[in-house]
Structures are given as C-alpha cells and as structure tokens.
C-alpha cells in the first residue's frame, strides 16, 4: 500500500488554524514529534472530518432534548400503508412475486447489505458474514446469499427478453476493520459463484470520538479515535463510494437493504419488491408479528402522524398490552422491525437534500485515549466519552405517509438474527441452523415429500436448488429417509 502524500507546511497550518479556530486544536499536540509517515497519515484522518461540524452534532447530541410538554401520538399504520403475508391471498402474493421478477429480469434490482459487524460476540474476528452457523454444508452467511441471489437470477432469466442473463448487484457495506477481511473471503471464495463485477464492496464512514467534554479524542500521538457512524451512515456511505453513481450507470431502479446476521433474509424478494414497486413508495420495511407485549423490539407505527420506529422501552405496558378491536388475540401494536428496508432509487437520489438532518445518537463508551500531557495510551475504567450513530429508520418521520409502505411477513421464514456466542439457546448459531432446516422439512412437506417415521430433523436446502420452496416438484410423494442436506 503506498505511502499517504507528505502535506506541504501551508496544508498543515491552514488545517490546524481550522481546528483550533473550532477549539479542537489538541489534537495537533503531538503532530510535531511524529515521523514524517506519522504527520501524513494523521493529517490525512483530519482533513477528512469538518470540525465545526463535528461540534455542531456532538453538541446536538449532548444536549438533551426539552421534554415534550404532552407524550407522542401513537397509532398503528393504517391499512392502506401495510400489508400481510399472513393474511394476503395467494392471488395477491402471486401478484406482487410475478411483478418483482420481472424487475429482476429487467435488470432494475439491487441490493445493498450492511455487513460491518465482527463476529466479537459469536466468539470470531472475522467479519459476522464469514461465520459458519453449522449447517451440514458448513456455508457462510455470505454464501447462503450469494446463493439466494444466484437462483433468483436464474428464475428471472426464464422471463427475460433481452439476451444475457439478468445481474443483480451486490453491494457489501463494510466498516474499517472488516473491509480487507471480507474483500479476501470473497476473492478467496470466488464470489461464491457470482460474477465479481457484480459484487461492489465499500465502506462505511467513521465518525471521531469524543470525550464528555466535547473535545476530539486522540487514540494515540498520531491517530484520532474513531468509530463506524452506525447503520443510518449507509445513506452518506452510498454517496461518498460513488454507490450510487454505480446504480445509475447499471439502471437500477429498486433497492433492497437487509443485515447480514439473518441467515432467513429473503434476498431482493420478489414479493416485497412488487409489493413496493405496485404501490409507488419510496420506502418499504418488511416486519414480523410481535411475540407478546413484553418482547423487547422496536416497532414501526406512526408517531404523531408521520411513519417511525419507537423502542419498546418508550412505549407504556397497557398500551403494549392493547389488542387490535378487528382481531381479537392480537396486538394493536404488533410490527415488529427487522431492519429490512425497500427503496427507490429517485428517493436515494435525493440523499444530499435531507442526510445531514439525520439526528445522530450517543452511547457512552470506555474510549482508549492519549493523555495530551505525556503522550501514552489509556484504557479507562469508566465511560469517559461517546461514539456518535445514526440508525438506518431515522429516516422514516422524513417521508409522507403515502409513500411508505410496510409488509408483515412470517417469522419463521424471514428471520433468524444471529447475535449470540453458541448455547446461548436463543438467536445463536444453533438457532439460526436449526430455523434453515426446519424451513427446508417444511419446504419439501408442501411439495408432497413423506418423511420416514422417526425422522424429526430438518433439511438444508441449498439455496441453489430453492429460493423459497420452489422446483421441489420432484419430491413429490418421495419418502424421505435420513438427509440433512439436498444440493
């Protein structure tokens, strides 16, 4: 990797004058004692952040909000914003299947994953999409998508009328750390059978850190402490890595955002895109249907009339607890986010007008640091700053209800996050292997297989065979005796 440009002194100078006029000039402190290596990089990092308005959102931030004189209005979103795939007719799902294959086959699809997370807690370095959940095919994350997009092209070539087969662009949003890693999983795995072109890996962006007094924090003599600046910095991340300028050469049209930790995700679902495309918003999100009152999820509902997401901590227990009067036995507020959005390419167009009224969240951190009198690292034991995010739904309030739509799909087929280290017993490898298999039984159970008695496992699917129970037809009143994988 070649060396970053030695700045002339003039650069410098006008750089620090820019810091210390926004009363961050510390974090030139040490800048005369570094090598000349060490000057070049540091000065890259801080020409690539605008003090002011690094204070100016760490200041909104930090200054807590005046409390709203009378609570929120809250109220589910009405019938003609949602839709349900448990309740829709199979006409209707048909419908909206047939529609969104034919945008694939057109060539109008993409899809955008958010995959910069590690697998810190699953007891991995690697990036959360190289984890192997234990399947009997021992496929990555990333593999079993990779996979789900492979097959979908391959059913919308069946309605393609143009020569050439259809593309769905992959583009695979990364943080610092897990860049280079995923980058070689992917080379070393050779896109998992797509073609590289079509695969677009880039980064999200970093915000500093800083300390609860408002001042940039320096991780050592020579580098500012940094943090990614959360899921919501997908919307600025699309703009900077020239995204979206890619979409628009390719002629993208819709585009399908999901997290890599669901190994269930349904991948640029035909359904859901027809489902959006049909009613013209430039915002869908997919949900699933609230366990019980007490299960701690953020809901999608309206709050004071415009579309939004409300943590589960904001809303009262008896309104919680509330059932909806045209279905007794459900919940009023049941809509449950999965963080698996829809949108249209002209709305992210329109991402320089609104990015930088996004609201950005604080969560205090223990922060390593470099002490500014002698220069050396260190590790607190108490919070002593904040890492300022954005969440990917702050967007929603921004959009007029009439172009926001929401799909209720079935849990057990779309959503299975992978949070936990193994034997946790709850959204943990086992778990997320188990929901697969249990999908594929139910998946060759439909298409007329007979499992043998005492045969209770699941099947993997390959998702090269199946991208949701189709071209199954040839198990028909099979029997079907131990098999745990069909390829």
């Known amino acids: 990797m070649a060396a970053d440009p030695v700045p002339t002194p003039e650069q410098v100078s006008e750089l620090k004058d820019k810091y210390t006029n926004a009363g961050q000039g510390q974090v030139f402190t040490f800048y005369d004692s570094l090598s000349s290596d060490e000057q070049a990089q540091l000065y890259k990092q801080l020409a690539g952040f605008d003090p002011l308005y690094i204070n100016k959102i760490a200041a909104k931030a930090l200054t807590p909000q005046s409390s709203e004189s009378e609570k929120p209005t809250l109220e589910p979103l009405p019938d003609s ?32 994953l958010m995959a910069g ?12 999409g190289c984890f192997d959940i234990g399947l009997p095919s021992h496929k990555s994350l990333f593999q079993i998508q990779a996979e789900r997009i492979a097959r979908l092209q391959v059913l919308a070539s069946e309605r393609r ?50 300390s609860n007094d408002g001042k940039i924090l320096l991780e ?24 979206l300028d890619d979409m628009a050469r390719r002629g993208i049209e819709h585009v399908h955002a999901y997290c890599v930790d669901n190994c269930l995700v349904k991948v640029a679902d035909p359904v ?8 013209d918003v430039d915002i869908g999100t997919k949900v699933v249907r609230k366990r019980n009152a007490t299960e701690p999820v953020g809901l999608i509902l309206l709050k004071n009339g415009k579309p939004d997401v409300v943590e589960y901590s904001e809303i009262d227990a008896a309104v919680a607890a509330e059932e909806d009067p045209a279905q007794p036995g459900v919940l009023r507020f049941r809509a449950a986010n999965i963080v698996n959005h ?47 995010e954005q969440f990917v739904f702050d967007v929603f309030p921004l959009i007029e209800l009439s172009k926001f739509a929401c799909m209720e ?28 298999m249990a999908q594929g039984r139910r998946w060759l159970e439909a ?8 045969v209770e496992d699941g099947v993997e699917v390959s998702p090269l065979v199946s991208y949701c129970g189709e071209g199954l037809q040839s198990y028909a009143d099979k029997k079907v005796e131990a098999v745990d994988r069909i390829e």
């Not at 349900?84 to 109008?108: C, M, P, V």
Request: proline share 7%; hydrophobic share 35%.
């Open 81 to 112: 914003a949602r839709a349900s795939i448990l309740d829709s007719d199979k006409q209707t799902q048909d419908e909206w299947w047939n529609r969104g294959l034919q945008l694939i086959a057109d060539n109008k699809v993409a899809v955008v």
């Open 117 to 128: 997370g590690q697998g810190t807690r699953l007891g991995s370095s690697a990036p959360k």
């Open 161 to 210: 009328e143009q020569t050439g087969s259809p593309v769905v662009p992959w583009y695979v949003m990364t943080s610092g750390p897990t860049r280079k890693a995923t980058e070689d999983f992917f080379k070393t795995n050779n896109y998992f059978g797509l073609n590289p072109d079509q695969v677009i890996i880039f980064e999200q962006g970093v915000l500093p850190c800083i």
């Open 220 to 243: 050592s003599k020579s580098r500012v402490a940094v943090a990614p600046d959360g899921n919501g910095g997908i919307y600025n991340a699309l703009v900077d890595a020239k995204v």
């Open 272 to 279: 859901f895109i027809g489902y959006c495309a049909s009613q």
């Open 342 to 388: 829809y949108y249209s390419f002209r709305f992210l167009k329109s991402i320089p007008e609104w990015a930088g009224n996004l609201p950005h969240h604080i969560a205090r951190k223990k922060i390593p640091y470099a002490d500014l009198e002698s220069g050396e690292t260190v590790k607190p034991e108490k919070p002593n700053g904040i890492k300022l």
């Open 409 to 436: 799909v079935k849990r057990e087929d779309e959503f299975s996050p992978l949070k936990n280290a193994r034997g946790t017993g709850e959204d943990d490898p086992d778990t997320s292997k188990h929901d697969i």
């Open 447 to 454: 298409a007329g297989a007979k499992f043998a008695e005492g």
